[in-house]
């Protein structure tokens, strides 16, 4: 009886025992699991679960769970350069994207946003809700689902530079259609007139009395009529020149000499910056010129309208570069007095200026120039600092 007893001790006991060390390798084993996945779940890839001098075993269950963490760790790298191509493609397109979600909280937005909403940091939509209202800004809204959430993505681009294509296109037909119809009426009246003055200036010659003053009166205002023709005409072709613009011929040249010698050109003084100094621009040199001419002399002239002494030393400055689209910008900037909102805003309609003497087409062709050469002119001032700056976009 006691030998039995003995004997079941000594089961229980093994047993127990058994059980314990079972109990232990188990939880040691749930730790492993559990420490496999916190570090994964907290982006820690660096640990390794050692394979050598443990009992078979351990080593299967370490081979397993290192082999998980490799597979997991690719998975996680596939989708870091997944995330990172698909943000470059983002960063890389001119729309802007914003993805917002049922606070207005901004969850992701690309560059092109921050550009076109003008803004270092996107994080909430009431930082950029007024901006938002620009009616040169096109929005395009969609709803989505992300990760269980109700979000919308907002697409936003800017249309100024179709409108300001839209409006030329509208200016150039309606000149063609205004110059068509006056060369057509006052061609003929020129040419009559001219042809009645040969015939009056052979009658005087081959009269041997004085004029009438009758027929006198008749030349003076078939002289007046064709001088006025004269001046009409050769003020339609100055406009006709708008909707002419030359086809571009591009060419690579060095914007450095370029500007010395359109500076050359102007009546003052010059500040000229070029980044770097060895910068080439592709475009037709003799319609920017053109352009940069125009620009240059409109300085000047404002510079010389000025009413009194400036209390700043006055300056005209070209500051050429790239931007990160690798197009070339020329900057020309002068601090001869702003100007007025009420006129910026029409400075590129053309016949439209302030001089008594102006035609209003300088700074109309010029952009026009740009148009047709791929590039913009656009116009940008610093109130801080009573800078007027004309930007030129080589595309």
């Not at 496999?36 to 679960?49: E, K, R, T, W, Y």
């Not at 940069?292 to 510079?303: I, Q, S």
């Not at 002119?377 to 801080?384: E, F, G, I, R, V």
């Amino acid at each position: 009886m006691d030998y039995k007893l003995i004997v079941i001790i000594v089961v229980l006991l093994v047993a127990v025992v058994g059980y314990v060390r079972l109990y232990r390798h188990y939880r040691r084993n749930i730790k492993k699991v559990r420490f496999l996945f916190d570090a994964i779940d907290n982006g820690d890839f660096s640990f390794n679960f050692p394979t050598e001098k443990r009992n078979k075993e351990d080593k299967i269950l370490h081979q397993s769970l290192n082999r998980i963490k490799l597979f997991l760790q690719h998975t996680r790298e596939e989708q870091m350069e997944r995330e990172k191509y698909y943000e470059q493609i983002l960063n890389a397109v001119d729309t802007g994207i914003m993805v917002v979600d049922s606070q207005d909280n901004i969850l992701q937005h690309n560059q092109a946003a921050l550009r076109l909403l003008d803004t270092d940091v996107l994080t909430h939509i009431n930082q950029v809700r007024e901006r938002l209202k620009d009616e040169h800004l096109a929005k395009h809204e969609t709803q989505a689902m992300l990760k269980g959430k109700h979000v919308r993505i907002i697409a936003l681009s800017d249309v100024s530079h179709e409108l300001s294509n839209q409006e030329v296109d509208s200016w150039i037909k309606l000149i063609r259609v205004l110059t068509h119809e006056i060369m057509n009426t006052i061609t003929p009246v020129t040419s009559l007139s001219e042809t009645l003055l040969k015939e009056l200036d052979n009658e005087e010659q081959n009269a041997a009395e004085p004029q009438p003053t009758e027929q006198a009166k008749l030349k003076q205002g078939l002289e007046t009529i064709h001088k006025t023709g004269t001046e009409l005409l050769a003020f339609v072709n100055n406009y006709r020149r708008f909707t002419h613009v030359p086809q571009p011929q591009p060419a690579l040249f060095y914007v450095e000499p370029f500007l010395e010698r359109m500076a050359m050109l102007c009546n003052h003084e010059v500040e000229i910056a070029v980044t770097p100094k060895d910068l080439l621009a592709y475009a037709d040199e003799s319609l920017i010129s053109h352009v940069v001419t125009n620009l240059l002399k409109n300085a000047v002239e404002a510079f010389n309208d000025l009413q009194s002494e400036p209390t700043t030393k006055p300056f005209i400055r070209l500051h050429a570069y790239t931007n990160e689209h690798e197009a070339v910008i020329i900057d020309v900037s002068n601090n001869a007095g702003l100007i007025p909102d009420d006129i910026a805003s029409h400075i590129f309609i053309p016949f439209f200026t302030t001089k008594p003497e102006g035609s209003g087409i300088g700074l109309s062709l010029s952009r026009q120039i740009m148009r047709v050469s791929g590039g913009s002119l656009s116009l940008s001032q610093d109130k801080t600092h009573g800078i007027t700056t004309f930007r030129i976009v080589i595309q």
